[in-house]
């Protein structure tokens, strides 16, 4: 049975840092390109970051480029999605999900497997 859990979410103060990762079960991971997507409450699922199947390309949303870093260790299985500078907007539940084949990007069509999310609050 194919399964991703997030993890790592919580509360932070505003300028500080988390670390997301995604533990991905029951599928051949490194045929999966990798996306994180945020949904803050009243708002529309959106993409925040991507990795292709072999970890060489990477994709941010404009909204996070420059403070979060995604990367993957296929061996562990797992996707992480390091988050710096946290701002209040970055509030929301972060899903990853997995595209098969050659899909990837930031549109969530790409995807056909979702996680149950992890919360992240940046409130002082």
């Known amino acids: 049975q194919l399964q991703l859990v997030e993890s790592g979410g919580g509360l932070v103060q505003p300028g500080g840092s988390l670390r997301l990762s995604c533990a991905a079960s029951?599928?051949?991971?490194?045929?999966?390109?990798i996306g994180w997507f945020r949904q803050a409450p009243g708002k529309e699922r959106e993409g925040v970051s991507c990795?292709?199947?072999?970890?060489?390309?990477?994709n941010y949303a404009n909204s996070v480029a420059g403070r979060f870093t995604i990367s993957r260790d296929n061996g562990k299985k797992t996707v992480y999605l390091q988050m710096n500078s946290l701002k209040p907007e970055d509030t929301a539940v972060y899903y990853c999900?997995?595209?098969?084949?050659?899909?990837?990007?930031?549109?969530?069509?790409?995807?056909?497997?979702w996680g149950q999310g992890t919360q992240v609050t940046v409130s002082s």
């Open positions: 990795i292709s199947r072999n970890g060489i390309n990477t």
């Open positions: 999900a997995a595209a098969p084949g050659t899909k990837w990007g930031l549109s969530l069509g790409n995807y056909d497997y």
């Open positions: 029951g599928f051949t991971f490194g045929y999966y390109s």
